[in-house]
């Protein structure tokens, strides 16, 4: 099966895909911006810096943010953040449908059958090499 990963530019420095995507998400759930990055694998700083650029692009935040606490604080998403990875997702979906069906029938070469050997084969009976 295909999966069909795609990035949304609205502007050349304003993107949205499926890192920022996952962010959210992963945000929504733990409600903590260092459990996100550590579940997804990214340095706080990272991740930090991927959230301030979601929360500038568009006219309001996907997140708001408390600070320390006897609960120590946390991240969650606003109403707006919440329906902007419901509008990623249900198009995700529809490219998904599209891609299966517009290459439904085609064959793909598993790594067993690619053509990779083949291209070392070439390179060793290259004349340069038979020196």
């Known amino acids: 099966m295909q999966t069909v990963r795609f990035r949304i530019d609205f502007t050349p420095t304003c993107s949205l895909g499926p890192g920022k995507i996952a962010l959210l998400e992963t945000i ?3 409600g903590s911006l260092r459990r996100a990055a550590r579940e997804l694998g990214m340095s706080y700083r990272y991740a930090w810096r991927l959230l301030d650029d979601i929360n500038h692009m568009f ?6 943010a408390s600070v320390g606490g006897a609960g120590g604080g946390g991240v969650e998403l606003t109403p707006f953040g919440t329906d902007l990875i ?3 997702r249900a198009l995700a979906r529809r490219i998904d449908r599209l891609a299966q069906t517009a290459f439904r029938g085609i064959a793909v070469r598993t790594d067993a059958q690619s053509s990779a050997p083949v291209a070392r084969k070439r390179l060793a009976r290259s004349p340069a090499r038979a020196k």
């Open 59 to 64: 006219a309001q935040p996907a997140t708001t």
């Open 86 to 88: 419901r509008r990623y």
């Open 28 to 30: 929504g759930r733990t």
